[in-house]
């Protein structure tokens, strides 16, 4: 059985509760950020202090684009090249964030579309693992 390795250490990760994108949060004023910054950037904010938080799994698809040519490196995909759906997504936590649609109809996507985080499979590495990220599929 393949192993699962995800495409980038860090950004997300399975909790009890299911997958959420890990980043952090000031603690003054409660700015979130993903991924993690190791300050605030809010410029009426002084406080230095800022910790981790995770968010998901709700949001809503804010736009989205068809990619139908295969992208260049680093970009990952399987061979053959099939087009999918990037999204930007407002999560209920006040991110945009952009991620990959989970879907098999790419003609159904519509702006607004009530959306959840999930980690799936992205591509299969050269030793036979599946490379996995965090992607949102409709709800
Ligand atoms: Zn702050």
Redesign the pocket.
Known sequence: MSKQIPVVEGLFAETAAGPRLVGSK??????PYFPRSPV???PD???QR?EDATFGPRGTLWSFTIQHYAPPPPVKYDQPFQPYALGLVDLQEGLRILGRISTDNLETLKVGTPVELVVEKLCTAADGNDVTSWKFKLV
């Open positions: 000031c603690s003054g004023c409660g700015t605030c950037h809010n904010c002084r406080d800022v």
